[in-house]
Structure formats: C-alpha cells, structure tokens
C-alpha cells in the first residue's frame, strides 16, 4: 500500500493513526499542500479532487485507488479487522460513526485549509477574523463532542470503552490542530482526558505531523 498524505493532514494524521493501530507495512507518498503540490499534473492525474489522504492498494488490473480518510479506514478495517476500530453491534458501531462524523463533517470542513485560504485571498477576510472563524467552529463543534462523550456510559478510556476506535482516530487530529490555532479547550474535561489516553500511545504519538522530519523544515 502507498498512503499519499501531507504531515500536516489532520485527515492524513487519522489514516496514519488507523495504520498503526493495526501494524500494518505503508509506504507513504509526502503530498505537500502548503507547496501546492496536490495540484500537480502528477498527482491530479490519480486523485481528481486534488485531495489527501489517497491510499493506493496494489492488486490485480492495477490495484484501487481509495479517498476520503473515513472510507479508507472502514476499508483498513474490513480487511484487517483486528484489532476492530467499529466494535461491538449496530449501535455500538453507529455510535462511533456518529462521533468520528461529529469531527469530520461538521467541524473540519469548515476549517480545513482550502476553506481558510479562500477566506483570506477570495474574501479578503483578516487573518484575525479567520482565526476567529476558526476558533468558533472547533470550540463549539467539539462543546457537541464533550456533551456526547460525558453523557454516556459506554465513554470509557477512550471514545468508545477502552479500545481506541475510528471516532478516537478523528478526534485526535483535531485536538492538535486546536491546540495549533490556541483555541479554547478547557470545557472539553471528557475529550481532553481522552485525547491524553490516546496520546500515550505509539499509534498516535509516533505518527503526528510533529513526528516527521518535514515538521523542522
């Protein structure tokens, strides 16, 4: 397998993260947004959307290129399925789903790179009102996390009892990334002991951007 990424990727951090829990072999491919490098001729000629993390399984007729961080992990995990990062029944795993979507669909969206420098060189919109925009959606977006992981029993060490899961492969990135731009995290008391649960192990703290040499650069 060959995992196309940026360090930087916080959708790039969660496959990377999903890839060590599970010890598997991956080569990865640095895809360098700040440079643009996405937008390449290269790299546009397999990704059409100009977007990391790609991950490039080698097979027969070529093998298959797959997109999007939380499909890619649901694939990791149907073929690899131990140790499973959707445990437990139906509910138990639209439950983790439900959290990771929490994170990716109504929090980093609004936030991820592309959304921030349209702000700034398309809207002319201030560097300060981008980091309040900013600072906004992560503060409140990950108020929801903290009342649906503190009002649950089945919240455990981690998101989901005491396993790590694809919510706890999400949630992760974007705590660093909060903690990048300064934003509020002291409401959070669930979601900061579990990002620190997480953080303590090798799958999470080894393959963060600040774990790569680019991250000196």
Not at 38 to 47: K, N, P, V
Not at 70 to 91: K, Q, R, W
Not at 96 to 115: F, K
Request: one cysteine or more; charged letters at 25%; a negative charge.
């Amino acid at each position: 397998m060959q995992l196309y990424n940026d360090f930087r990727s916080s959708a790039s951090y969660r496959v990377r993260i999903a890839l060590a829990l599970k010890g598997l072999d991956c080569e990865f491919v640095p895809i360098h947004l700040l440079k643009h490098e996405q937008t390449s001729d290269r790299f546009a000629a397999i990704a059409p959307a100009k977007l990391v993390p790609l991950l490039k399984v080698e097979g027969e007729g070529g093998g298959e290129l797959l997109t999007q961080s939380l499909a890619i992990i649901e694939y990791l995990d149907e073929v690899h399925p131990e140790p499973s990062l959707l445990p437990g029944n139906a509910f138990d795993r639209a439950r983790i789903r439900s959290l990771a979507q929490d994170i990716a669909c109504e929090i980093h969206p609004l936030d991820n790179l592309r959304v921030l420098r349209y702000l700034v060189h398309e809207m002319k919109v201030t560097e300060e009102d981008k980091t309040r925009w900013y600072k906004h959606w992560v503060e409140t977006g990950l108020e929801v996390v903290e009342r649906r992981l503190a009002g649950d029993a089945r919240t455990g060490r981690f998101c989901h009892f005491d396993a790590p899961t694809l919510a706890d492969c999400v949630l992760v990135p974007q705590i660093l990334n909060a903690q990048r731009f300064a934003c509020r995290l002291d409401h959070l008391p669930t979601v900061m002991r579990v990002f620190d649960a997480c953080m303590a192990l090798d799958a999470f703290s080894k393959t963060q951007p600040s774990a790569y040499p680019e991250a000196a650069a």
